[in-house]
């Protein structure tokens, strides 16, 4: 007969949440694997409490044996570096845990070799399926996986060819469409897209295509010709092409609109060197809300994504795809990016702050 040591923990089960929360182990269990089907908001909050309380861990090696599965999940992330990703991240950690799976996760620095590499290490290590945030250049390469029966899902990132893995993502295109017409609304009359390299991001090249049909709708012209691709590691390269941009709006009031965070902050800092203010005669928008822009006077508008919201719904698709053994259609879920205007794309806000001065 075995007896604990003091002090060892000992392991909470099942039966134990089931009876403080007054509910069968069906419900727990369910609750566990993501089941909430006729459950109601109340039942949900109350397990949520009492597995708090208790400190319950399910048994991955019991679930495991029992499931043929692991109970791991395989993260893999293009920049952790990136406040957007670091956020994607926390989300699919923090559902994962809610169901006791655990995540192995890597950052792959947006290197397509790398994200190979990292992709077979994970599967070595038997996880039951994988959230990718990829490079972009490894298309035929998931593909093949998901031919092999990996389970995927793709994070903010699809693939070139639409409709053949899950997919949780950003309305990338509409809420760039919208965006521009808020600022030709708003009396400007040229906008110009800063971006990194688009080619194979299907987030980028998504928001240019919004972009350009805009412009041609609310602007009547071309945004390839006010496009400029930046290299955010060269600030003579980005100098160059806000002069050029300044040059071609010939004191026309113009916004710039930049396609990310880190291209938002690459900008800014050209702008500072170049002695560029934020102006009645330029203005400056972008995708990403990192905290810090509504810091910036006068403000910068941003299209805030649900970052968090993305990792939350990628765990959720994938711990689904897992339990399921019958073939599926992929899913593209689209998240909304809300609009948050402030005073950089405010030309009469700007004005009077100009006469205040």
Request: net charge negative; hydrophobic share 35%; with cysteine.
């Amino acid at each position: 007969m075995s007896h604990k040591s003091k002090g060892e923990k000992v392991r909470v089960t099942i039966n134990e949440v089931a009876q403080k929360a007054n509910v069968s182990k069906t419900t727990v269990s369910r609750y566990l694997n993501g089941k909430y089907e006729y459950m109601s908001e109340e039942t949900k909050e109350l397990l949520a409490n009492v597995i708090d309380q208790l400190d319950y861990r399910p048994s991955n090696l019991a679930r495991s044996l029992k499931a043929k599965n692991s109970g791991v999940i395989g993260c893999i992330i293009a920049d952790i570096g990136s406040p957007f990703s670091s956020i994607v991240l926390k989300g699919v950690s923090d559902y994962c845990k809610q169901l006791g799976y655990s995540v192995l996760f890597a950052n792959i620095d947006n290197d397509p070799i790398n994200e190979k590499e990292s992709i077979q290490s994970l599967l070595d290590n038997k996880v039951d399926g994988l959230i990718i945030n990829t490079t972009g250049k490894n298309d035929d390469y998931l593909l093949s996986l998901k031919n092999e029966g990996i389970k995927i899902v793709l994070a903010d990132r699809s693939l070139s060819t639409p409709n053949v893995l899950d997919t949780v993502a950003t309305n990338n295109y509409d809420a760039t469409y919208d965006l521009v017409k808020h600022l030709s609304e708003q009396g400007y009359k040229r906008v110009a897209f800063f971006t990194q390299d688009m080619s194979v991001i299907s987030s980028r090249y998504k928001r240019h295509e919004g972009f350009n049909d805009a412009m041609r709708k609310y602007f009547n012209q071309d945004g390839n010709l006010t496009t400029y691709v930046i290299n955010i590691d060269d600030p003579q390269n980005s100098d160059e092409s806000l002069r050029e941009f300044v040059n071609v709006s010939k004191g026309e009031p113009a916004a710039i609109f930049t396609v990310n965070g880190v291209t938002l902050l690459t900008v800014l800092h050209g702008m500072k060197r170049l002695n560029i203010e934020i102006s009645p005669q330029m203005g400056i928008c972008g995708f990403d809300d990192w905290g810090w822009a509504s810091l910036i006077p006068p403000g910068i508008t941003t299209l805030t994504q649900e970052s968090y919201e993305c990792g939350v719904q990628s765990a959720k698709l994938l711990i689904e795809r897992i339990k399921e053994q019958e073939e599926f259609e992929p899913k593209y879920i689209e998240l909304p990016a809300q609009l948050v205007k402030r005073g950089s794309t405010n030309p009469k806000l700007l004005m009077e702050a100009y006469k205040i001065e």
